[in-house]
Structures are given as structure tokens and as C-alpha cells.
């Protein structure tokens, strides 16, 4: 047990000593190292290399409780912030509602996909995560991973049928039998 809080210990004042205070907004900066979506990143127990996003580390390390299934979102839409009071657990539908309504999200300005199709009701889905993909592109994804995977498939299909085809013709033989006796 005297590892662990040594540990804990020695964690927390690495997490603090990477962090500047900014007086005017609030945040707290992370000033150590970041992911290349701007998220800054923290290693609790350098031996497992075990990262955490550092504004997930923070919150649990002000006694706060991550739930699965929610976001932990920015109040401030500071990536770097690792301010518990910036930070808030919603839902991935509201914190993308949240980025909407901030006009923070350059992807939903977009009317057309990279390929050129319109996003339109008929033409669009929103995907598990919350973004949208276009349903034309889609189609075409799976129809190449079809062509490239056929093979496998009908190798498959015709294994299948070859044991059910033995299988009936044995249940056929039993069943003859049966009728003969």
C-alpha cells in the first residue's frame, strides 16, 4: 500500500508542475506533452507508460468520477484545459450539440463530402460516434470491400455447402435405412 500512495503522490506533483494558470480566462494549461488532436497527454506511472488525456487525469484527480459512456467536455473549448471546474460529463449527442452551438465544428459548415457528393437528408447518415458520413461514399466503400473479399466469402459459402450437402446426404442414407427396416 505504501507504493501506491508513493506513487500517487509522486504523479500528482508531476501532473501539477505541468500545469500554467491562466488568470484572465481560468483555464489551466497543460504544458506537457500533447496528442495530435491538441489534447494534452500525461503518463501517471511512467514504468507502464499507461497515458491518460491529461484533462481526464486532472478530473479524477480532483475527486471526480469518470462514467463510461459519457464525454468528459470543455466549458471553455480549451483543449489544453485541465481546470476541473472547466470541465463538465455529457453525453457524445450534447457535447457535439455543444460544438454546434459554438461554431466550433468547421466540418458541419460543409455541404458536400470530399468527393464532391451533397449532403443532403437522402444522401447523409450520422454515424455511432456523431458524424456524419456520406451515404453515396459508404456504398462504395463496402462494394470495393466486397470485390476485395469475395473470394474469401464464396470460399466460404461453398465450404458451408459442401458440409450441408454431406450432412443431408447422411440423413438421407439414414433415412432410407430407416424406411427399409
Request: net charge positive.
Amino acid at each position: 500500500m505504501e507504493n501506491t500512495n508513493k506513487w500517487e503522490v509522486e504523479a500528482k506533483q508531476r501532473f501539477l508542475s505541468r500545469i500554467y494558470k491562466d488568470e484572465e480566462t481560468g483555464c489551466w494549461n497543460w504544458t506537457g506533452s500533447k496528442l495530435k488532436t491538441g489534447y494534452g497527454h500525461f503518463s501517471a506511472k511512467r514504468s507502464t507508460g499507461k497515458g491518460w488525456r491529461a484533462h481526464r487525469f486532472s478530473w479524477i484527480l480532483h475527486g471526480r468520477e469518470l462514467i463510461d459512456g459519457l464525454d468528459l467536455c470543455h466549458t471553455c473549448d480549451n483543449r489544453l484545459c485541465v481546470n476541473p471546474e472547466h470541465l463538465w460529463l455529457g453525453t457524445r449527442q450534447e457535447n457535439l450539440l455543444d460544438c454546434l452551438k459554438k461554431n466550433r465544428n468547421p466540418n458541419w459548415n460543409k455541404t458536400h463530402c470530399k468527393h464532391g457528393h451533397e449532403y443532403t437528408k437522402e444522401n447523409t447518415m450520422i454515424r455511432y460516434d456523431g458524424f456524419r458520413e456520406c451515404k453515396t461514399c459508404s456504398d462504395g466503400h463496402k462494394k470495393r470491400w466486397y470485390e476485395r473479399n469475395k473470394h474469401i466469402l464464396n470460399a466460404e459459402h461453398n465450404k458451408l455447402s459442401r458440409k450441408n450437402k454431406r450432412i443431408k446426404r447422411k440423413m438421407d442414407a439414414a433415412a432410407l435405412a430407416n424406411s427399409i427396416r
